[in-house]
């Protein structure tokens, strides 16, 4: 049994999302969560500028079980939306199984990864891409 381990992300930018909205440009924010456990879920600030191509460099750190990481139960998600008068609507979402975020980070423990993602739209197409950095600190015993 393995310590404690979390991982540290950095949500960057997204670039050439879905508009969600008309007329009017979109102010993007990014909700992420690693599933089976949503009460570590965070939220990025609301990107007013950027429109389909928002900026965050928003850093937020997640506990993370290593057994289920390495049976590769684990998903982190990235919801992203856009603020609306009449409720926030989903422009689009990523998910990455946590393992394939750990294997990329090739038993050396890098500094820090750099990855892009693509959106897929709430009708399941592709539309754009998500970048964020990580890295885990803690020790994950990895079998060899």
Known sequence: ???ETSL???II???DLYNVNIFAKMN???VVYITGNQDQKQ???VDEDGDSDPTW???MKFMIDESATLQNRLTLVVKIKAV????DKDVGEVHVPVKELLDGDYAGRRPLQFVCYQVLKPSGHPK???SFSYKFVGEIRRKT
């Open 8 to 10: 540290e992300l950095t």
């Open 1 to 3: 049994m393995g310590g």
């Open 128 to 130: 754009g891409e998500l």
């Open 84 to 87: 609306g008068m009449f409720g």
């Open 13 to 15: 930018s997204a670039k």
């Open 57 to 59: 460099n928003h850093r």
């Open 28 to 30: 993007v924010y990014a």
């Open 43 to 45: 939220k990025t600030h």
